[in-house]
């Protein structure tokens, strides 16, 4: 939500012109895709990690998912990454 509002939620208006709509579904495509991608290996590796009793397994299950959760956090502020510095260029010094 911080991210969003570094561009004043304008990746949630209703009407964008057709460049901005179709940079935000661009980059809406990507994190999906890298969601469709990443989230399945780690949660095969964590069903894999729960199934196999070692003397660390509480130091892997919580280390993977804190692994997962950062992921998360950062594949979905992908369309707001793509989308400031696309509109809002970065200022020069006068």
Do not use: H
């Not at 901005?20 to 469709?36: D, E, F, I, S, V």
């Not at 892997?60 to 260029?89: E, K, Q, R």
């Amino acid at each position: 939500m911080a991210l969003r509002a570094t561009i004043d939620y304008k990746d949630t208006a209703a009407v964008l012109d057709e460049y901005k709509n179709q940079m935000l579904n661009t980059w809406w495509a990507l994190a999906y895709g890298l969601a469709c991608a990443i989230f399945p290996i780690l949660a095969i590796a964590l069903i894999a990690l729960s199934i196999k009793t070692l003397a660390d397994l509480d130091r892997w299950m919580y280390s993977l998912g804190l692994i997962t959760c950062l992921t998360g956090y950062a594949i979905t502020a992908f369309p707001t990454v793509g989308y400031s510095p696309a509109f809002y260029p970065a200022r020069t010094k006068e």
